[in-house]
């Protein structure tokens, strides 16, 4: 269940940045890379505060991105359900989980490594930059690993 939870919210999350970024791809993209991996965030409060300033400023593509994250997330759990579950394709979804998600350890709860997901949102909250750092080094790490080499740890 935790599984479908986390892979709708990485459809949303993509669909979401695929919208925002559709209108003007390289100036916001920049933008959001050098505000991500530039910006340390001091208080909760801050994302918080950033959060809603942009659901704010683009309701129409939240609730588009919302509307497409549930069929969308419905047909792949029904015709891939089976298939998410082996490791292979698990590697996958960890891989993108890792690339989109990696500051909040998304692709670690993925895995079942919670303790794991929970020291990024630590680190997320200390130092942000070092956050997408090591989500970016484990989303390379996983590509470059051989299938049977990985190994989620599963309960």
């Given amino acids: 269940m935790l599984q479908k939870i986390i892979l709708a919210i990485a459809i949303f999350v993509v669909i979401l940045v695929a919208l925002t970024f559709g209108e003007v791809i390289f100036h916001d993209a920049f933008a959001w ?3 991500v991996t530039g ?3 001091e208080n909760f409060s801050d994302l918080v ?3 809603q300033l942009y659901l704010s400023e ?3 593509k939240v609730a588009v991105a919302l509307l497409l994250t549930v069929p969308i997330t ?3 759990a029904r015709s891939k359900g089976d298939e998410l579950k082996k490791p292979t394709n698990q590697r996958k979804v960890a891989i993108v989980l890792a690339f989109f998600l990696g500051w909040l350890g998304a692709h670690r709860f993925y895995l079942g490594q919670i303790g794991w997901g929970i020291l990024y949102l ?3 909250w200390l130092f942000t930059p070092l956050a997408v750092v090591l989500g970016l080094i484990d989303a390379l790490r996983y590509l470059l690993m051989a299938d049977d080499a990985f190994m989620p740890n599963r309960p």
Avoid: D, V
């Fill in 33 to 35: 890379l050098s505000y």
């Fill in 39 to 41: 910006r340390l965030i």
């Fill in 49 to 51: 505060y950033q959060t």
């Fill in 58 to 60: 683009h309701r129409i």
């Fill in 74 to 76: 419905l047909w792949i």
């Fill in 122 to 124: 630590i680190i997320f």
